[in-house]
């Protein structure tokens, strides 16, 4: 029996498509964590993102063959794709979280120290912000900053040309660095006083 | 240039809550009843095929003899018997027929 927890992840598909429960578990706890975040930082909501990795990982094993080994796409950047997209669609259905109100539930629901309440609200203000960020400059942001993606992936997973997705992130930084200095967040010794 | 590097680390800073430790055997246990699909192509098939020789099983391999000799003896064996049956059938009627001419003769 092959041992599977060396076995690289395109490799471990290929068992996946013949059914192989232990490959698609082997590939479900290697990945978890990372796709679990990925859909966190686009959905802001960690029940909703636990809900996004299963069903992306459930439409992978009841459905492999969408993973065509040909086209010689990596696992991570085609999956991705699917948890991006599944993501996108759970936010559509769901509302907006208008930018105050994450602030607000931090500060009604924690009386703790001072410092802390800062971390939280400051969380909260980045939080609501990128999540203020149109859909695509949000993802755009995401794959690449956050996840770590070239330019060149993040636009095969968001389907726009490599010059669009730099086109996104420039203005999704722009967005965000107005809205964060708006806020006093971009000059040090300011941000304490504001929320103190 | 301070507020970039300000910003960019306030970027990091941004915070993904834990994981449930048991996300992982939740998606897990919920595949099980499903079953992946197994549909046929041929291009599966061919895999499984080449897998089974390239990469020696010989159980596999030892079946899939057994079912060719089987299957091409069941040929041969079918062929053969279906012209002795002919053969015999057209002897038999021959037989009948002289006999029953003698029988006529002698009446």
Same mark, same amino acid.
């Given at each position: 029996?092959?041992?599977?927890?060396?076995?690289?992840?395109?490799?471990?598909?290929?068992?996946?498509?013949?059914?192989?429960?232990?490959?698609?578990?082997?590939?479900?706890?290697?990945?978890?964590?990372?796709?679990?975040?990925?859909? =966190?930082?686009?959905?802001?909501?960690?029940?909703?993102?636990?809900?996004?990795?299963?069903?992306?990982?459930?439409?992978?094993?009841?459905?492999?063959?969408?993973?065509?080994?040909?086209?010689?796409?990596?696992?991570?950047?085609?999956?991705?794709?699917?948890?991006?997209?599944?993501?996108?669609?759970?936010?559509?259905?769901?509302?907006?979280?208008?930018?105050?109100?994450?602030? &607000?539930?931090?500060? &009604?629901?924690?009386?703790?120290?001072?410092?802390?309440?800062?971390?939280?609200?400051?969380?909260?203000?980045?939080?609501?912000?990128?999540?203020?960020?149109?859909?695509?400059?949000?993802?755009?942001?995401?794959?690449?900053? =956050?996840?770590?993606?070239?330019?060149?992936?993040?636009?095969?997973?968001?389907?726009?040309?490599?010059?669009?997705?730099?086109?996104?992130?420039?203005?999704?930084?722009?967005?965000?660095?107005?809205?964060?200095?708006?806020?006093?967040?971009?000059?040090?010794?300011?941000?304490?006083?504001?929320?103190? | 240039?301070?507020?970039?590097?300000?910003?960019?680390?306030?970027?990091?800073?941004?915070?993904?809550?834990?994981?449930?430790?048991?996300?992982?055997?939740?998606?897990?246990?919920?595949?099980?009843?499903?079953?992946?699909?197994?549909?046929?192509?041929?291009?599966?098939?061919?895999?499984?095929?080449?897998?089974?020789?390239?990469?020696?099983?010989?159980?596999?391999?030892?079946?899939?003899?057994?079912?060719?000799?089987?299957?091409?003896?069941?040929?041969?064996?079918?062929?053969?018997?279906?012209?002795?049956?002919?053969?015999?059938?057209?002897?038999?009627?021959?037989?009948?027929?002289?006999?029953?001419?003698?029988?006529?003769?002698?009446?």
């Amino acid at each position: 029996m092959a041992d599977y927890e060396t076995e690289t992840d395109e490799s471990l598909l290929v068992h996946v498509q013949r059914g192989d429960q232990r490959a698609f578990a082997v590939l479900v706890t290697r990945h978890v964590k990372k796709f679990h975040a990925a859909a =966190y930082r686009m959905c802001s909501d960690a029940q909703e993102s636990e809900d996004i990795v299963q069903e992306a990982f459930l439409k992978l094993w009841s459905k492999p063959q969408m993973w065509d080994p040909s086209r010689g796409a990596k696992f991570s950047t085609w999956f991705y794709r699917i948890v991006t997209n599944l993501s996108i669609d759970k936010m559509r259905r769901k509302k907006a979280i208008p930018v105050g109100d994450v602030i &607000d539930v931090f500060s &009604d629901t924690r009386e703790s120290q001072e410092t802390e309440l800062y971390e939280k609200e400051k969380q909260g203000a980045l939080e609501g912000a990128i999540q203020s960020l149109p859909e695509r400059q949000k993802t755009a942001l995401n794959l690449c900053f =956050y996840e770590g993606l070239s330019n060149r992936e993040a636009a095969d997973i968001m389907g726009v040309s490599v010059k669009a997705l730099e086109s996104l992130l420039v203005r999704a930084k722009g967005a965000l660095k107005d809205e964060l200095s708006r806020r006093g967040m971009l000059t040090e010794p300011a941000r304490r006083q504001s929320y103190a | 240039m301070r507020e970039d590097v300000l910003f960019d680390a306030i970027l990091r800073e941004r915070h993904v809550p834990e994981m449930p430790t048991n996300l992982a055997y939740r998606i897990i246990e919920a595949a099980k009843p499903r079953g992946a699909e197994k549909g046929f192509t041929w291009t599966a098939f061919q895999r499984v095929m080449s897998e089974i020789f390239v990469i020696p099983q010989p159980a596999f391999a030892m079946a899939v003899v057994l079912m060719i000799g089987v299957y091409s003896g069941m040929q041969y064996t079918s062929e053969q018997s279906m012209e002795m049956t002919m053969a015999r059938a057209n002897l038999s009627s021959f037989v009948v027929a002289d006999l029953s001419v003698d029988y006529g003769e002698f009446q």
